[in-house]
């Protein structure tokens, strides 16, 4: 089945530590993104790929990190300089980064303690 | 600046009668508009969808209204069913720059459908 997979689901690490959150697609599509949700808060967009080895910063980029070495993988680093990392975290893809409907993830809840 | 607001937070409504959950932007440059519906600890799922150019578009229970005039557009559930229950996002489209487009999103509605 064609769809995307991020890992893991659930996530709990203590302060000051990196985490990278796995996002991978199997729906040839060429633009990914990652967001973030937060309670009574909207998506916002993080990093967003457009082509591989390329990615720019969305709304929210600080304390975040990405690379886009294959077309199907987009990893998301929450590094030690986000000041909030505890959130629901997104990754989407997109046909082209372009009109049309994103197809999002399961979601990845992460928690630091 | 929100530029895409759903300034309802939840909304409650009895099985069977008509949801109606509204959206409103404030860039014109935004040329397409989506809605999205999400479940608790999932993704959000594409709903439906309206190009500018248009005023109305439908599918199924599901129908979009756009008023251009007044940047605003509404989404409207009949019947609702308890499964209609959910979060729905409003999200809109602009172009920004070399052919790409950047989604913008909407806090989110949460729909209650009472049995």
């Known amino acids: 089945d064609g769809g995307i997979t991020q890992s893991p689901k659930y996530l709990f690490r203590k302060e000051g530590q990196n985490v990278t959150l796995s996002c991978e697609q199997n729906?040839?599509?060429?633009?990914m993104y990652w967001y973030r949700q937060d309670p009574g808060q909207g998506l916002r967009l993080i990093y967003y790929s457009q082509i591989v080895n390329d990615f720019q910063k969305g709304d929210i980029a600080e304390g975040y990190s990405v690379s886009r070495e294959k077309k199907e993988s987009f990893p998301l680093t929450v590094t030690s300089a986000q000041k909030n990392p505890t959130a629901f975290y997104l990754c989407?893809?997109?046909?082209?980064?372009?009109?049309?409907?994103?197809?999002f993830g399961e979601g990845s809840r992460l928690t630091v303690l | 600046d929100q530029q895409v607001k759903q300034n309802s937070p939840s909304l409650s409504v009895q099985e069977g009668r008509i949801s109606i959950l509204n959206c409103d932007y404030t860039n014109s440059m935004f040329d397409y508009f989506l809605w999205y519906k999400k479940y608790p600890a999932e993704g959000p799922t594409f709903l439906i969808s309206?190009?500018?150019?248009?005023d109305k578009n439908e599918d199924g229970r599901f129908t979009v209204f756009l008023n251009k005039s007044a940047k605003h557009l509404s989404l409207h559930i009949v019947p609702s069913q308890p499964g209609d229950s959910a979060v729905y996002f409003c999200?809109?489209?602009?172009?920004?720059?070399?052919?790409?487009?950047?989604?913008?999103f909407g806090k989110g509605t949460k729909l209650s459908v009472i049995p």
């Open positions: 989407a893809s997109s046909i082209g980064q372009g009109i049309g409907e994103l197809f």
């Open positions: 729906l040839n599509h060429d633009a």
């Open positions: 309206i190009s500018s150019i248009k």
């Open positions: 999200a809109a489209s602009e172009p920004s720059g070399a052919g790409s487009y950047q989604l913008t």
